[in-house]
């Protein structure tokens, strides 16, 4: 998937008593993208799953976008497709979906440039993976390259080490060079317990390069790698290999 030069994410919060709208919205939206956007490679609308182990709270309201385009022109046309506009038509509604409509999913918005290409497996595989882990870090003063390869080595680590771990992307944020990001998916919670969870090689490697370097990432491991984990079920998606 060497094509995948760009990526996208956005989070977003229902209106009380619109979870099931929410989800309803991203599945309809799964067949806008398919039909209107080529270069829109990946995408996936997920809902927020808690990890009891990493001491996170249920949240049914919050829900998120993720995609992979080919380059900022197909990721420019998303941001100006079908999709929002809906968003937008459904804000002008008696109970709108989305809590603070278009304007709060455009400023949770973030671009990324694809550091590495993402490890995919089989397409039936990438199709039925029923759930995306996003981990936004901030690297420390002057950590920008350091955490880059630290990146790079991760996705060796995840190609050798977890068959569960269908797809695996390490990105940087586009107008923010400090901040970067792992976006990757499951087949089971069972492979998102395998990929977080000690003794799992990635977490045990940021801990060693940590302890090596402890301004690496911006909070450490407690505060700059934990609360950022984000464990996603997949609710729609479209997967063109």
Known sequence: ????????????????????????????????????????KLWWGVKYTPIEQLGQSPQPERFGIVDFFVDDAAKDAHFAGEVPKA???????EAPIVKGGLDAI?????????????????????????????LPLKAGPGQEENLKNLLLAGHQLVTEKEPKTPFW???????????FAIIDTF????????????????PTAVQGALKENPTLIEGGWEEGVVPNVRVLEIVAKKIQL
């Open 1 to 40: 998937m060497s094509d995948l030069k760009v990526a996208s994410t956005i989070e977003f919060f229902s209106n009380s008593g619109k979870e099931a709208d929410a989800a309803g919205f991203l599945k309809v939206a799964e067949e806008v993208v398919t039909k209107t956007e080529p270069g829109t």
């Open 87 to 93: 968003v937008m038509a459904n804000d002008q509604t």
């Open 106 to 134: 455009v400023a949770s918005a973030k671009g990324w440039s694809v550091l590495v290409a993402p490890k995919v497996n089989a397409a039936e595989q990438m199709n039925n993976a029923k759930f995306l882990g996003y």
């Open 169 to 179: 992307a390490a990105v940087q944020n586009q107008k923010d060079p400090t901040e």
């Open 187 to 202: 087949d089971s919670m069972e492979g998102v317990a395998e990929h977080f969870m000690d003794p799992a090689v990635v």
